[in-house]
């Protein structure tokens, strides 16, 4: 509701099981995730370079993990810099680098992995965490 002109989309691919983890830390991880794509396509809207903002999130899953996929098409990573979850690391005049970085820890600590990656021609980011699935 922030965000008027940004659609948000959710592909809820059925998940048949539940997704075990610290709520409040998997939350803090999607926060900063989607203010990552939100400043990424609202610089790319203040280039007039953007005409449909959107950010795709999938939830998926296999035998043995569940995949969440965050993807916009804001202005992507810049490919030089592959330092994103380092500490204090930042392609943003005032950020702190610490964004990517809390979420990569949260994301270990749960035993789970995150990728970045660009989407084809410089047409905004993905984001894909992975969480494993819990034997009972």
Avoid: W
Wanted: with cysteine.
């Amino acid at each position: 509701m922030n965000y008027p002109s940004i659609n948000f989309v959710l592909n809820n691919n059925n998940l048949e099981d539940e997704i075990h983890c610290d709520k409040n830390q998997i939350g803090r991880v999607l926060v900063n995730v989607y203010k990552n794509a939100v400043e990424s396509l609202e610089e790319k809207i203040s280039k007039n370079n953007l005409n449909n903002p959107e950010i795709i999130t999938s939830l998926n899953e296999n035998t043995i993990s569940f995949l969440i996929t965050i993807e916009d098409n804001g202005i992507g990573f810049d490919e030089e810099k592959k330092n994103y979850d380092e500490p204090y690391f930042s392609t943003k005049k005032n950020g702190s680098g610490l964004g990517l970085s809390i979420v990569s820890k949260i994301i270990h600590e749960h035993n789970g992995q995150i990728f970045y990656e660009n989407k084809t021609n410089k047409n905004g980011a993905i984001i894909t965490i992975t969480l494993p699935k819990i034997n009972e």
